[in-house]
């Protein structure tokens, strides 16, 4: 076992499988000299060479373009959105043609190809470098949306993601990117995508978080004297309903916590689900905490903007109040 943080578990996962696997090319903008902004693939470039891990343009579009005819001609490549909120130029790139290509040609071209974007706030970073757009593409058939909130979870998930026929969205909280460390195996090991973990069991509420949110999710748990679940759901798209549903009809309440903006953010499709599947056991309406309807706000305000663990910790008391 190693003691690792998030950046290290990616790094550890992208190391074994390139090892493994000689059609997996990384690229994105300074990726390859200086190791990725945050440097999650430093010195991958100079282990596996300059075909292997090379530097773009600063040409999102291009990239994503690029990449997906790499994955329809046989190859599997990685490549690095630096900011999510760079996601905009290469939307067409994702959801016309990557996300769609398996069907468009019935099969005959499938586009196997791992998109990796650090992702949400809580860095002090300035505009667009800070959203969680999870929802944009988890509305698009054909993409897989994943979001680990652990090194562990980020290792096992992202090897699945490598070895995954279709093109995945590998989201990474920055702002737990070296927040804490955990035992993560270095032998191989896979996660399953569509499969949620339940980080601790409770009989009183029910929490379903991802990312970064499920950090503060734990230290509202800490201060709360009722017996809370909390649901992880790693993967956004395709996620597990069904551990969401046999939490809360065990528990008949239900708190929702993200951090992308309330309306249309993805908690909106839980609340839903939980609605349709779970209505004669809910003890109270669906709680969401989130983040405010408006532009990420610069540094000084950005923790008020983000859900933490008092906003959540008063989600807790209204639903159990109800």
Known sequence: ???????QAINLA???EMEKNPDIVLLGEDIGVNGGVFRVTEGLQKRFGEKRVFDTPLAESGIIGLSIGLAMGGLHPVPEIQFEGFLGPAYDQICSHAARMRSRTRGAFT???TIRIPVGGGIHAPELHSDSPEAIYAHTPGLKVVMPSSPYDAKGLLVSALRDPDPVLYFEPKRIYRAFREEVPEDEYTL???KARTVCEGTDLTIVSWGASVVQCMQAIEKSSKSIELIDLRTIYPFDMDAVAES???????????EAPLTCGFGSEIAARIMEKCFL??????Q?????DTTM??????????PDANRVARAIEDCLAY
């Open 192 to 194: 399953p995508i569509g």
């Open 288 to 292: 969401r905490v989130a983040g405010f």
């Open 111 to 113: 586009v196997p190809m």
């Open 297 to 306: 706000p610069y540094y000084k305000l950005e923790l008020d903007y983000l």
């Open 281 to 286: 056991e809910l003890e109270a309406p669906v």
């Open 14 to 16: 992208l190391i074994q």
């Open 248 to 258: 809360v009809k065990k528990t008949g309440r239900c708190v929702v916590v993200h």
């Open 1 to 7: 076992m190693a003691n690792l943080n998030l950046v």
